[in-house]
């Protein structure tokens, strides 16, 4: 099975600054997906960003982005002039694009953001 | 915007008694999951349904749980004799191409 790993357990960022959130996975498949998902303390899970891997652009969705760094298997979230709403836990997910659809979700970042 | 909306929000227990917990997917999803996190863990995957039949499921999903899709909007969940081990956020989701949509779970307690 693929595995997702987020070796930050907890983030801390001054509102209005950048911070970044690392991911690593581990697969043999060529073509996936991968996401970054929210959950703040509603514990609803809110789609953050996507990137498809065949895709060499790196996504953006306005603050949000990603480094997609497929040889070395990364996967970072760059979250821009902070807020204070985007304190929360984000997990990174992977999801392969043949076969089963399901996801596989890293032990995920809590990150609190300083007023 | 269309919600995947699970019900009941909270959901307490006695050990060994059935559950069932709901979900409606979004109206035009095809393919539909159940998650499950234990408090303070990772999410991980439980099931996958697809044309009214499971199409994937992982090593948590033994014999006690079974899914449903009774009608042509609900999504079950069905733990058949609950354990305490069983306490968790269930989260249903619903996709239909390569995003998965969650709904907003329901907190399962055993005691």
């Known amino acids: 099975a693929q595995t997702v790993t987020q070796s930050q357990p907890e983030m801390s960022v001054q509102e209005a600054e950048t911070v970044t959130l690392s991911c690593t996975y581990d697969?043999?498949?060529?073509?996936?997906?991968l996401f970054w998902y929210k959950q703040p303390p509603s514990r609803q899970m809110i789609l953050v960003i996507r990137?498809?891997?065949?895709?060499?652009q790196n996504a953006t969705e306005n603050r949000f982005s990603v480094n997609f760094q497929k040889a070395a298997k990364s996967f970072s979230l760059k979250i821009s002039d902070s807020q204070l709403g985007d304190a929360a836990m984000y997990f990174c997910?992977?999801?392969?694009?043949?076969?089963?659809?399901?996801?596989?979700f890293g032990t995920g970042t809590r990150l609190t953001v300083i007023p | 915007e269309p919600e995947v909306t699970q019900t009941p929000s909270h959901q307490v227990t006695q050990m060994g008694q059935e559950v069932i917990l709901r979900c409606v997917p979004i109206?035009?999803?095809?393919?539909f999951y159940w998650y499950r996190q234990i408090l303070g863990q990772k999410v991980e995957f439980l099931v996958s349904?697809?044309?009214?039949?499971?199409?994937?499921k992982s090593e948590i999903f033994d014999d006690q749980f079974s899914v449903e899709r009774p009608d042509g909007s609900n999504f079950t969940l069905k733990i058949r004799s609950t354990k305490l081990e069983d306490s968790a956020m269930y989260f249903c989701?619903?996709?239909?191409?390569?995003?998965?949509?969650f709904g907003q779970g329901t907190r399962l307690t055993v005691v």
């Open positions: 989701a619903s996709s239909k191409n390569t995003e998965a949509f």
């Open positions: 697969t043999s498949e060529s073509d996936y997906y």
């Open positions: 990137q498809e891997a065949y895709k060499q």
């Open positions: 997910a992977y999801r392969s694009a043949l076969g089963a659809n399901n996801l596989f």
């Open positions: 109206s035009n999803h095809l393919y």
């Open positions: 349904f697809y044309n009214n039949e499971i199409s994937e």
